[in-house]
Every structure is written in C-alpha cells, then in structure tokens.
C-alpha cells in the first residue's frame, strides 16, 4: 500500500493538537526533524508513508492554521523558525479545512447537517483521489451525553427529525462512516462510543478506535499501576490534580466538560487497581501555564506487614506535543487496518486510549506488546 | 513439595532485612498478617507453604532478632504489638544464628573458614531434618571486589593458601554451594557473580539468583523507563538522589561501598535507555530518616518536534518492609527450583533484582511476565 | 504572675488539638519531653509557666482522652510510651470535661445554653482556685454561618428567644466573655469575630485572639510569599491541594465547612499577594493518611524580561503536632494579656493565625517581630 | 544625583548574567519592559535612573553580546523578538568590553595586569565623562584560593614580582579599587573578600559589597530557614540537589569549582540553624537544562513531642533571570553609595548575597527590612 494516497482529515483542524501534528507532518515530510514521539516508528508493519498523506478537516474555528502555529511556537510546542520553513504548506493544508458542525447555529435536521459533513468528506476524497480517508476527531471536549437509540434504525429515524439527537462528536463518527472512513476518537466525548454507531461501522466493514489520546498522567498511571499489583503492594489512595492553561484548560475549567474527563480517568485507575482505591482528582484552569500542564499524583500505598509508603509524581508536559504523534500514529494505523478490511473496534490499540474501546486491559506494557503484535498481522 | 520441610539460611541473619522478614514469616505462619508485598502469592506454582520454613544464618553482629525486632517497631517498619506476639519464635531463630565469617578476624585459610562455614549450613539441615536449603545473602554492601581466578580448580588452589582470596559474600556463596544448597545474592556485593562460583554451582547441579534487590528507585525506573521507550519519547538526562539513615545509610556514606550499589543502578538504567543519557547519582546518609529511604528522580525528555517535558519522582519507602517480602519468596522459588533440579542462574526471576544474573532484560512488566511462565513450569 | 494558678479551659477538649496539646502539657510539666514547637519559650516575657494550669473543657464527645491519646500515639503524633507515663493525669483532666453544646439536641433560648456554659466555666473556676481562666475553641470547623446582629444589645434580645441565632463557637465566645475569660478562637469558625462580641469583650476588659491557627500550608506561605514581593517577583498562580485524613479531613470533606478554611487561607494569599493571583485550593478526605496531611503547593512566577519560573511544595505535617503547642502557648500568652488588663483582639498574635483578627499584617516574620515586640510590653 | 552619568563595568561582560543584565537595562530604558525582579524600585532613595548609566567591561570570551543574547533567547531567558529591537545598543555596549585578565596568558608581574586593568576603566570613565564606575564582577565562579599577604603593604610589594599572587578575581577587584570605582562582587570566588583589599577600599573611601548574588535555592532557604527557628520547630536534615545547565553547569561540574559554591552554601544554612544539621548538598552538570535550574530541598524537622514531619522544594529557575535585575539593583545601590561617601563593606545590602560580606544576617526579611532602612538613609 506504500504507493496509494491517504487522507488524513481532523475534526477540529485549526486546535492545538491539529495545528501541531499537520506542522509535525510536514516537519517530518521534509525530513527537518526526526519522528520522536512516533510510535509507529516503531513497529514492523505495512504503514503509508509520512508522504502519502493529503491532510483536510472540519473546524468552526477560523483562525488560520498559520497563526496557530505561531502562537504555540511562543509557548514552546513548536521549536522557533519551524512554521518559517513550512509555511506554504500549512496555508495549502488550511485552504482544505471547511466550517465544521456547530450545534447552536444550525436550524434543520441533524441528518441534513450528517449529510453535509459526509459530503464534504467525499469531495475532498475524490479532489484529491485518495485511496482512503481516517478522520480523527481532535475537537475540544464535550460534557457527557446520553442517547438512548441503540440501533442504528432508531437513530436514523430520530435524526431525520428536528433536533439535537446526537452530540456533534457523535454526529461527526456517523458522517464519517457515511462516508466510508475509519473514524478515531482521541477525545473524551461521546464520539463512536454508542452501539447504533458500532452497528453502523460493521455494516459497512469498517474499522474504529478510541477513546481519549492517553498522553499525561493517565500514561503514567498505567505505567506505574502495575508496579504495585506485580509486587503484591495495596494501593490504599492516588490523588491527582491537574492544572492546565490553553484552550484545554479552559474548557475543562467548565465542571460539566470536566467530567468526561474525570470519568475517563477513573475508570482507567479502577480497572487497574480495584474500585476501593481513594481517587480524589481535580482539573484547575491556570492559564499562566499556556500550553504546559503540570500535575501532581500523591500515591499512598501498604507493603510487608502493614508498612506505610508513599510516592509522588509530578509531571510537566506539553499536551499538544504528547498528542500530535499519536494522531499521526493512528492515522497511519487506521489506513492499514481498513486496507486490510478490519472492521468494528480495534481492540489492540488500547495502547494509545485512555479509556479503550473494546478493552480491558489498561497496562500500558501489555498494550504495548498487543500494538506491537497486532501490527505484524496487518 | 508441599509436606516437606525446607531451610532458609540468612547470611546477616540479624540485620534489619532479615529481622523483618523472619518476623513476617512468623505472622504470616500465625495468619495475623496478610502477604501483602509477597510477590509468590500470584503465582500460579508449587511452592513451600510458609509452615515448611525453618530459619537460620549467620551473622557478625550479636545483637538479638528481638531486639533488633523492638527497633524496627519503633521505626515503623514492624506494626506495634506484632514482636510480643511472636517473641518465643523468635527467641527460637535467633538460637540457630551462629557467628558468621568476618575476614579481619581469621587468620588461617579461606579454605578452613568455608569448610566451617559448609558446615554449620549441613549441621543445620540436619539437625532439622530438611529437605532443602535456601541459603541468602543479606548481609551490608562490600565495596567493589577484584577476583583473578576464573577456573573453580585455580580459584580452591589460591583458598588453601593462607590470606583472603574471595570477599566475604564470596566465600559464603561458594560453602553455600559446598554445602548443596541453593543461593540467592539479595545484595550488590560480589557474592556468586564470578565464573568460578558459576562453574561450582552448575557442577553440583544448584540454581541461583541475584543480584541487589530491587526495592526502590530502580524499581519505579524498571517499571517507568519502558514508558518512555515504548512511547518513542527521548530520555536526556535521569538524575537520582537518595536519602538513607539507618546501617544501610551508615554503610553507603563510605563511598567505596556506595559505588556497588551505583554501579547496579546505573547499569540497569543503561540497559533500559541506553548509554547516553545524563545520569548522575547520588547516595546521602541522613540519619534522623531512620529505616526511611527518600528518593528524588527527575527526567528531562524529549518529545515531538524537540519539545521538552519533566517528570519528577518523590519516593518515600521503608527499604526493610519492601526487602523482606522478596526474600521470602526467593527462598520459595529456589526451594522449588532446587527441588525441580534446575541449575545455574535462574534469569527469569530477573524481577526481583537490580542486576539480573544472566539477563539482560531490566523492563519489569517482562520480568514479571517471565517469572509467571518461569513458575508454571515447576 | 507566676505563683498563681491558671486555668485552660478547651472547648472540644476531647479532639486530636486538644488531647495534643493537654498530654504535652503533662510531658512538659513532668520534663519527659523538651519544649520543641511552642514560641513562647523564645520571648522575653513574664508568662505563666507549665505548672500554673489546670485544664478542663467542654465537647459533645465521649471517648475518654486517655483512649484519644492510644490512638493519636499509633498515628505518630505521641510518642511510644509516653501515654502510660501520665495516664493518671490525663483521666484527671479528662474527669474535668463536661458535655458542650449541641445544636441538635438543645431545645431552650440560646441564652439558657450560654448560662449553663458559662456556669461550667466559672465553677471550674472556683473549684480549682484560679486567678484566671483562658477558653480556646479547638472543635471542629463550622460551615460560614451569617449572624445579622451587630450590636451586644440586638444580640442578647435575639438570644432569649427560642431558636439558634449564634453558630456554637459564637456561643462559647459569648459564653466565655460572660464568663470573664479570655477568649481564643483556633479554628476559621465564626467564634468571636462578630461586632456584638467584640463589643462585649472591650466592655468587660477581656482580651482575645484569632483565628484559625497557622499550622501548614499557610505558614508556609506566609513565610514565602513575601520573598516573592520583595524581590519584585510576580507571582502569577499558587495552586494548592490538601490531602488529609483524620476527624479533620471527614469534617473538611463536606464542601460546607471546608469553605471557611478555603475562604480564610485565600484571604491570607490575596492579602500577601493581591488579589489577581490565580489560587485555586482542594481540600481532599484520604483517610489512610490518618492524622498525616500532605500539601501540594505549585507556585508560578514571572521575572525580569517576563521569563517564567515555578515553585513546588510539599508539606508532610502533623496538624495536631503544629497545632498543640501553639494552643498552649496562646493559653499563656491570653493569661499574661488577661493579667495586664488588655482588651478587645490582641493584634499582635497574628503569628499565630492565617486569619488574624484586627490585623492586615500576613507576612510571617514581620509577625514574629510584632509578637516578640508585644511580649516584651507585658 | 539625577542627571550625573554613570558607568557600569562588568566583569565577564559577555557572560549570561553580564548579557541578559545588558539587555534588560537597554529594554528598561526603552520602556520595552516593566522592572520586573528589580528589588530598587521597591525602594524609597535618590538612585541613578536606567537611563543614567553607560555599560563596559573585561571579558576574555570573544562571543559577541548579540550573538550571546539570541542563545539567551533560545532558552527562554530573553522573550523573542527583544534582542532585534535593542541589536545596535547592544553592539554598542560590546564595542566597550576589552580583553580581560587570563593568568595562562599572562607572562609580567600581576602589578603590571592590574595597572592595564585600571587603564581600561579609568579610559572608558573620561571617554563618556562618568561621575562615577561601579565594577561588578559576574565572571566565572573560581575555585577557592589561599592569600597570605594580610596587609596591603605586603600584598603590593608581592605583586609586583612575577608569578601570580592574586586569583582573578581578586586582581579586578584591586585593579577597581584602584580606578576608584565602587566594586560588587556577585560570585563566591575569592574576590574582594581579602583583609588587604578591604584596606585599600577603606584607605580610598571606597564602598563594595559581596559575596555570590542570592538567586535560587539560598534565596528560599533564607525565607524558609526562619519559619522554623520562629516556631520553635527544630530542623534536623536539608539536603540539596541542584541540577544546572549551561556554562554554569559546566563550570561547576569542576569539583574545585563547586566547592567555591558549595561553601557559601553551607555557611549560610549553619547561619541559620546552627552547625548541627546533616546537610549534604551535590551539583550536577545536567547539559540538556540549558540555562534551567532546577533544585530539590529536602527538609526532615521534628514538633511537638518528637512529631516527625519533612518539606520537599523543587525550584525550577533561570539563574540569569533571577541575577540580572540585581546585578543592575546592586550598580544603582553602589554608585548611589560612593556619591554618599561610604566606605568599606555595604552590609546592609546582605540581602542580596549568599554570603554576605560583613554582615552575619541571613535571614531574609530582616536583610529586606535592613536594605530599606540603609536606602532611606542615602
């Protein structure tokens, strides 16, 4: 598959993620940096090359790529003289970035706004004449949603109707499957994750993953977790708190929108260590801390005899240039799986999610190997 | 195996790693403990129960398990109440601890002082009428050991002749061996690590393992440094401070002794990241922190596009409490291995220590996986 | 003033504080334990010494102290042994503690409760031939109460009415003031500071101080802000978490009454720092950290050129270990106040408190120069 | 004093410190940057404005200012965009900055360095017509030296025989003496502090002040060190991890050469708590920090009744940063004080160094107090 072009279109285009993962693309297309943070670097698998790619999306943002880059170029995530270098190409790859689905300025149905989001895909497809198209949702996070149509007939029937019936991460998973592409969820929200939308993808045999890009403290909990279950060592308590600047930041400083993210994040540390773990866990908005996020685990933890020990970890990093590889990473996988026709979840890469869809397993060296394992039979 | 009585032979049979591991075998034989922290407990193998264990050791120092027991409690290592319930037992293990080799006090051959030492292991094993025994080595750090004699048939020519040959851990590897027993180097100093002890051992057909045990800060870096790794993230610099008091502190103040346990540390962080990141290390002797360790990590990376990101690791453990547990089960898992008839270097107990004997894998969520396979083998 | 006895009488004499503070008191007097941790050892002033009190108090609970003090020695804030040691002291104190007043379970005017308590204080009073009495309020913190009113006189009409008008705290304050003592308010509850009471106390001669003793983070910050201001410094957020277990983190659990701690240690920061600084703070309930807290402080700073820097802090404390001797030397210091004829808040005990009463004075060594200046006065 | 125009030499003027000082005074002059970090504008005194004063030095670094200032900017000590608006200025200062003293470069009689030396500042005053020079050493950190003439007699008499007598620093701050200029020392090498120059100062009316500026790790063991002796609390162990960068890293990971700085430390700390607390401290050379520093303090401090409790501190700095504005405070301060007419030593301005010459207060506010006192009194 090394010869055919592949599209890469972000739901979300003009985000921080977005903004850094298309400059990284191009970075990497020519050859002015090497792909540290690639994990598909990695592996030994039939992968479309970082020059297959024609890149387009979905944004109700209108600030230009271009200016985007440069502001997260003030705050450390792109190195200085970079957007300098790929500055023609970015504006091209921002030309193909068409207005996105805005719940609130949008009068007629949802199956007409699908219609459109589908479409636009598609033409960008053909335009372009790419063999396929992964459309990665990297919009910011919604608050959770409940839908309570659980086939795809009943959803249908409700989308042709007047009204919200989807949440827009949602309604974008089902235009893109309309559109015949594979689809991942590297937010928090709702996204693919309903089965009306599972039923969707298997019936048109295409693949899926998710949810939540794992990038900062989550990535060390599931690192770390194991540390004490292999050694017999209880957990009695794992605090977290996370302060973020950005426009993440921001929108997490809303509770509702929060608690996506919360709930991603708990499940995750319950499934690791057991649902008795005390868990507090805050999201602070501190936005002197522009694009880094720093946050602080208090593990407490009981060893030989009732011993009382305690670790602490704080981490300081760049969330934009955690997560930009790993979408470039899933775009190339996503390609190769529905090249080879796999269909539904793709369970083996859990590696990458938060909350994995799919899943159960949430130690991040056992989804490593199930990464590395899943790609040589691609 | 299981109605069979083993022995566990600690050499430095009243230190603080012993003294608690004997105390918590004693709870745990009196259930008023549960196994937390014993890693052998997951295991899916024949192991001892922990009612087949006699214990005995040697040991330089005189002062008594109960006592030592009393210290440890007021230190937080052993829970208030536990040394009274278990006084008798321990009055009991403390009567089979008889004077170890300590070489400024001995004046003949080395040869004669291992004879002895062979002997008082045999006159045990009988006494008690074992099966099998274990014998381990948690006696203090010794600095770094030059041997010359890399056959067992040059290296017993050179122990018959007067004047020290082998360091003490050394030589009490070799009666180990002389004795028929299994081994276990729980410590950095040079113990079984040479090629004629190797040779030894493999003659008489006795497993053994080693080497320093993994307790602490090379724990969490078994368990974090494959994060990075497997997330293509480019570690620069890993830099570690440690904060000891008690005799391990007291013992690590003296450079020539700490730089043992460096070396263990810095090799394992090599081999996990390779040989060119930054990595200073420090050991201080702090003695207000009692049985307490601290430890500082900190870990600059980086990532995407060159961006540069932290973490920092507050370790805050009981070096006793997380020893004893592992002890425990290396003398179950060699009282099997033995029994199995394996011989030489057991590799896939790489788990439990910082410088695997005969491996070369350091991730800990792989050296778990090969000590589960490793027991279901047994 | 030295040869007279003193009363300390504790409402909520039965708490972690309190059992704290009167077992130290035993040790102090009975020279088992040096007097690390009181202040007024350091000042140049004619106090009261150990052996001039009697304490007694007021709580709405039962457990003896002398079971208290069991458990405050297995959670590390007493000594091993030295409970036993004044076992008979402590049931004669805890002899000397009578039921406080419950809201709940009261069914008069608040003006019949106040009667009955301030009868507890004066017959202590009398019964034990006491020059004077000190009351300091060390139970559990109440959630912002609003009390509308503001005059001594108001006030009193109200409380012959059936039904609250005055939080608890505010009631022994009063209680205390009718009573002739001096008054100390250690917790962020209401207590004294309200006009109609400040106007009772100034009309009596009665001196007091408050409020919310200074016993962790904001000490802390109370110690460091003002190294930011004075190197001009500035400072752009200070984040904090609390982890706490104990009675004190189960109270703080409920949002309710952990926002008159928030609300009290976001004063001090404004106060230190101005009020645009971002400070969001989490008080979180771990129970298995006892009577331990752990505080994470994440300081972010800008300095010459706007470059950005950052502070981390974390605070291992005992609260009840801070807080006892404190509240022992407030006893001394309120007597010696007493005995001087002062009136109304004792501003220059703002060392001592993160909300101190009457005075805008948040910077901490500036307030130890203010107490060892006001001591010298005495 | 307003309208008189200064000079400011610097020693190691194109060294980090030297060139963000520069930048900053030409941004500050520009109104390009508010004064932040600069601890004069905080006071009530008659001192020479920003744009009073004309820069020049010794350097026998070649690098130009320019070129020094876009790797500053590279690192995040200067903002981007700064050092294009200020490139003539900043020519202009390097125009002034002359071959400075080397010893292995050097074949006559130190007599000889130093009258070159002179010349140079006594040149670059007449050719802009300053009132007045005050030199200021930032040059790099020396290992400690032995000087054995104690008068200025015999110090003169040996200088003039081949062969060096004086370190570098100290030979500036003669050479300065001489000029008749004012002299500060911001480094812990030798320098002024030499019985023999405080005799010349004093014999020519010359004020200086010293030793090594207080920019990050001292600065918050000077506020922090104080809360405890305040409250009574005694500490038992600080311990220090400090990870550098840069040519500072570099030149500190010389052994011989951090133990200029190690001392100066030390001494403080023992100022502060007194000598008997174990307080080992290391300096790592961590090359990917760059200009970052980031250190850790462990605090081990026992309360009430023996209570054990620890702080933790990790400051992450831009020593530059922190250094400039007071290496332009300390050129104000000085220049005000030679207009003065003061002499000898400035201890009051202990405020600003780690170990300040003269004066045995380390406390902070107290220096912060004294600073303010000495600056209403020019």
């Not at 990695?42 to 387009?56: E, H």
């Not at 396929?132 to 249908?156: C, D, G, I």
């Not at 991603?264 to 005390?278: C, F, H, N, P």
């Not at 011993?307 to 996988?333: E, H, I, K």
Request: glycine fraction near 10%; hydrophobic fraction near 40%.
């Amino acid at each position: 598959m090394t010869s055919e072009r592949v599209g890469l279109w972000l739901n979300g285009g003009r985000g921080s993620v977005a903004t850094t993962a298309v400059t990284g693309l191009l970075a990497l297309r020519a050859g002015l940096t090497p792909p540290t943070g690639c994990v598909t670097e990695l592996l030994d698998a039939p992968l479309p090359p970082w020059d297959a790619f024609t890149v387009g999306g979905h944004d109700i943002a209108t600030t230009p790529l271009l200016k985007r880059a440069e502001s997260l170029t003030r705050d450390g995530v792109l190195p200085p003289g970079l957007v300098e270098s790929v500055a023609d190409e970015l504006a091209a790859v921002d030309a193909e970035i068409v207005p996105g689905y805005h719940p609130g300025a949008f009068t007629g149905s949802q199956q007409d706004a699908a219609t459109r989001l589908t479409g636009d895909i598609t033409a960008f497809q053909e335009r372009h004449g790419l063999a396929r198209v992964v459309v990665v949702n990297v919009a910011s996070t919604e608050p959770p949603a409940t839908v309570t149509h659980t086939t795809l007939e009943s959803l249908e029937e409700a989308l042709r109707t007047p009204g919200p019936v989807l949440p827009p991460s949602s309604l974008v998973a089902y235009a893109a499957f309309q559109a015949g592409c594979a689809f991942v969820d590297f937010t928090p929200s709702t996204g693919v994750a309903l089965p009306a939308l599972d039923e969707l993808a298997r019936s048109k045999s295409l693949p899926y993953a998710g949810r939540d890009g794992k990038t900062g403290e989550t990535l060390l909990r599931a690192a770390l977790a194991p540390m004490f279950t292999s050694r017999a060592l209880k957990v009695l308590s794992w605090t977290g708190t996370n302060l973020l600047g950005g426009g993440d930041g921001a929108t997490l400083s809303n509770p509702e929108h929060a608690s996506s993210k919360s709930i991603s994040k708990a499940r995750g540390l319950a499934a690791l260590l057991g649902e008795d773990v005390t868990a507090p866990l805050h999201i602070d908005y501190v936005p002197d801390l522009g694009e880094r996020k720093t946050s602080w685990d208090h593990v407490s933890f009981e060893g030989f005899l009732g011993a009382r020990m305690s670790l602490q970890l704080t981490w300081n990093g760049l969330d934009s240039s955690l997560a930009a590889p790993l979408v470039l990473d899933l775009a190339r996988l996503l390609a190769a799986a529905h090249a080879a026709g796999r269909s539904g979840p793709q369970t083996d890469l859990a590696f990458f999610f938060k909350d994995p869809l799919g899943s159960t397993e949430h130690r991040l060296a056992e989804q490593a190997q199930a990464l590395h394992r899943w790609a040589r039979t691609l």
